[in-house]
């Protein structure tokens, strides 16, 4: 065989090679293809839409309403009826001090005052007399001031009198410490058989329903928050809870040091979920 016989025949080899493996792949490649199925596609119209501007700031959950109920008299405790976390009603007995000792007082001031309204009767009979005595003559004018500043000043004394005596009943009934308001009681500052002062705290009382919601804003933003806006309140013990609120009191000026708006919002709590102490974040749509 010649060189050039050689040179076709091997050429001829390799074309015939080549076109089996093309048709092999293009073979496969439509197997592939066959065995993958269809995707379905939803296709939706392009919309546009307004989205809200929010402004996000902190603030603190506070009770509605909070006291730290005082005795308002001295004496021992002989009774504390209440505990922590306990409902109480306007006027429930929150504790009792000892009504025995205020009780003897307030008898001793009656009895004082009804002395000093007896002696009423006759210091202005002794006036009256000191005026018919110095119109008829008979009495010197410094006589006659003497017997009226006598009876004047014995006026004045049973005013005193009897305005100790009411004292005294009020203080007597002060030893029933009461609470102010509807709410829940948040701590027990006493226990029987403590002795109190007037300015001893006796319990804490709040009301947490609704709660006002604190809130910090920075003076850049104090244009944006007006009274009446809705708010959205989260709280990191219900992450997935969003409590709204209106804002209902805005202060008239910002604080000096920290150049900052306190605004508060009320937020309705049927449940007790918001308990004042909380940290609360807030976003204020703004536009």
Do not use: W
């Amino acid at each position: 065989m010649t060189l050039r016989a050689c040179l076709s025949f091997a050429l001829l080899s390799s074309v015939s090679l080549c076109a089996c493996k093309t048709s092999e792949s293009a073979e496969n490649a439509t197997k592939v293809v066959a065995t993958v199925a269809p995707v379905k596609v939803q296709t939706v119209a392009v919309e546009v839409k307004k989205m809200p501007r929010l402004l996000t700031l902190t603030g603190s959950v506070l009770a509605d309403r909070q006291s730290d109920v005082a005795a308002n008299v001295a004496g021992r405790i002989v009774s504390a009826p209440v505990e922590r976390g306990q409902s109480v009603k306007q006027g429930q007995v929150l504790a009792i001090v000892d009504a025995r000792a205020a009780g003897f007082s307030a008898t001793a001031a009656h009895a004082q005052a009804q002395s000093a309204d007896s002696q009423v009767t006759r210091a202005q009979s002794d006036c009256a007399r000191a005026d018919a005595l110095l119109a008829k003559g008979a009495l010197s004018k410094a006589e006659y001031d003497r017997q009226k500043t006598a009876c004047t000043a014995q006026l004045y004394n049973a005013t005193a009198a009897r305005a100790n005596a009411d004292l005294a009943t009020k203080l007597a009934g002060d030893t029933t410490i009461r609470a102010p308001f509807d709410g829940v009681v948040g701590e027990r500052f006493v226990n029987v058989g403590e002795y109190v002062q007037a300015q001893t705290k006796v319990a804490s009382v709040f009301r947490i329903d609704p709660a006002r919601i604190q809130i910090s804003v920075p003076e850049q933003a104090v244009s944006l928050v007006k009274q009446g806006q809705t708010i959205a309140v989260r709280v990191g013990a219900y992450e997935d809870r969003e409590f709204p609120a209106t804002v209902r009191y805005v202060a008239p000026a910002l604080r000096p040091t920290t150049r900052d708006l306190i605004v508060e919002a009320i937020a309705k709590n049927t449940d007790s979920a918001l308990r004042p102490g909380m940290f609360a974040t807030v976003q204020l749509v703004i536009g």
